[in-house]
T-cell receptor, first 116, second 113 residues
Framework: AQSVTQLDSQVPVFEEAPVELRCNYS??????LFWYVQYPNQGLQLLLK??????LVESINGFEAEFNKSQTSFHLRKPSVHISDTAEYFC??????????????FGKGTHLIIQP | DTAVSQTPKYLVTQMGNDKSIKCEQN?????MYWYKQDSKKFLKIMFS???????INETVPNRFSPKSPDKAHLNLHINSLELGDSAVYFC????????????FGSGTRLTVV
């Protein structure tokens, strides 16, 4: 079984400042990793994912995350945040078995608050 | 052209009632899921269906029963609703081969009074 720890429940950041949202996972098998974003009163949107290959993955709106196997981490970063980035961010993991019907195991979420 | 659609979006009902939430996906995915998001925003998987077979049942009370008439639909039936069932329920789907993208619906906010 897998587990995910998001160390910060809430991260306040000033607009245009950089931000890092931390995510650590635990698994006895190889994993696929995801970041989802949930804007207020909306569903979950995939931000980015790591399946294999390059350990640095990027999203279209300026976020990036780096898979670090030795530290079992998948931290999310953005060099300059905007008010519109205010949302709940979820890190999730599933077994990288390449098949089956495995669901996602989510962390408890990090509320990113952008201050003007 | 919504990829994963859930109905209703909001559901308010009394304790003891029986209710259903419907989910449909038009992505050609072969696996569908139900997740529950509690008041603290914690997301936990409840069920998954792959080719009409239940794959996961994560200690969910048997008052909850998923029903899949075909691989594009996964409905959630809840009997004898309790106050603790109040939550947001998300449907999701994916293709078990390929790029491992999970697509989520917009959620159903269930309030039991």
């Amino acid at each position: 079984a897998q587990s995910v720890t998001q160390l910060d429940s809430q991260v306040p950041v000033f607009e245009e400042a950089p931000v890092e949202l931390r995510c650590n996972y635990s698994s006895s098998v190889s994993v696929y990793l995801f970041w989802y974003v949930q804007y207020p009163n909306q569903g979950l949107q995939l931000l980015l994912k790591y399946l294999s290959g390059s350990t640095l993955v990027e999203s279209i709106n300026g976020f990036e995350a780096e898979f670090n196997k030795s530290q079992t981490s998948f931290h999310l970063r953005k060099p300059s945040v905007h008010i519109s980035d205010t949302a709940e961010y979820f890190c999730a993991v599933t077994a990288g078995s390449g098949g089956g019907a495995d669901g996602l195991t989510f962390g408890k979420g990090t509320h990113l608050i952008i201050q003007p | 052209d919504t990829a994963v659609s859930q109905t209703p979006k909001y559901l308010v009902t009394q304790m003891g009632n029986d209710k259903s939430i419907k989910c449909e996906q038009n992505l050609g995915h072969d696996t569908m899921y139900w997740y529950k998001q509690d008041s603290k925003k914690f997301l936990k998987i409840m069920f998954s269906y792959n080719n009409k077979e239940l794959i996961i049942n994560e200690t969910v009370p048997n008052r909850f029963s998923p029903k899949s008439p075909d691989k594009a639909h996964l409905n959630l039936h809840i009997n004898s609703l309790e106050l603790g069932d109040s939550a947001v329920y998300f449907c999701a789907s994916r293709l078990t081969t390929g790029n491992y993208g999970y697509t989520f619906g917009s959620g159903t906010r269930l309030t039991v009074v």
